[in-house]
């Protein structure tokens, strides 16, 4: 499944809430926050399968930067969660369903995020910037 926003507007201090249904035999889901498809300041990615761990990663011009590796992965196949991501100065903030924090370096310097991308083995129920 695959769910692409564009023109979204996610200044610094600004916090995106996604909700949804990981789905029965996930291998992986992402979460991308950036410019576009080839230019993504947060790159979200847990993962399932062989690697069991969640990846953040970023990408500029389709080249991506070094993985970060987080081998907590709360997220569990089939279950409803709740995922919040806060944009500040200079980092990106993820709350996880289990109310742990992942925070991940804004490296690419964009100022207003302005595409989202929902991919993979996650179906997408809710969406809100506040």
Known sequence: MECELKNIVLRPGDQLKI???VLSDPERFQIDLGAD?????LHFNPRFKDDVAIVC???HESVWGDEERHTNNPFQPGTTVTLKVKMTGNLFE???PNGEEIQFPK?????VI????VKGDFKLTSFKIY
């Open 94 to 96: 993820v709350e996880l």
């Open 19 to 21: 909700q949804g249904k």
């Open 107 to 111: 490296r690419e310097g964009l100022d």
């Open 37 to 41: 498809k080839d230019n993504l300041s």
């Open 57 to 59: 990663n970023s990408k």
């Open 114 to 117: 302005s595409y989202v991308r």
